[in-house]
């Protein structure tokens, strides 16, 4: 998928996304407000995966698309749980507290493994030796031209 003159638009919509998360929070909206900020960092994800202004496909479903729907999973599990909570008391999840197990299984570990995991699996189209030496070869011209 290419990215070619979609940088502004995504750093617009990035902006745009902060001010929304704000008057969300503000409003006491937090639901939606967690999950536009899966789509902020998803945002921010996708950008910095990409190379040569492309990203690609599959490595966008997996791990990126992958990690924003455990999160998701993980922010609207801990949000109903806190809702149970609130009318029975009880830990859930290993010991935990209704709504913060959730987010320790799904947020934490679950979102970690699944970044960790796909980028491990995906690492020749994330950032392959040819992509690194030409970098490498790039950063040595540019400090030549320096001269330091």
């Known amino acids: 998928m290419s990215l070619k003159g979609k940088y502004n ?3 617009i919509l990035i902006g745009v996304l902060w001010v929304a998360l704000w008057l969300l929070a503000i409003a006491d909206y937090y639901i939606l407000a967690f999950i536009l900020s899966i789509l902020m960092m998803l945002l921010h994800l996708i950008l910095g995966s990409a190379n040569n202004e492309k990203i690609d496909r ?11 729907v455990v999160w ?3 922010f609207y599990l801990a949000y109903a749980n806190d809702l149970v909570a609130q009318v ?3 830990k ?3 010991g935990f ?8 299984y799904l947020y934490w570990i679950g ?3 699944t ?15 040819d992509q690194w030496n030409s970098f490498i070869e790039e950063a040595k011209k540019i400090k030549d031209k320096k001269g330091a």
């Not at 599959?58 to 924003?68: K, N, S």
């Open 97 to 104: 507290h209704y709504s913060f197990g959730p987010v320790v």
């Open 58 to 68: 599959g490595y966008l479903i997996y791990p990126l698309l992958t990690w924003a």
């Open 88 to 90: 029975e008391g009880g």
């Open 92 to 94: 859930f999840f290993g």
């Open 72 to 74: 998701a999973i993980g």
């Open 9 to 11: 638009a995504i750093f």
């Open 111 to 113: 979102g970690v493994l």
């Open 115 to 129: 970044l960790m995991v796909g980028y491990y699996v995906n690492r020749k189209k994330w950032l392959s030796d």
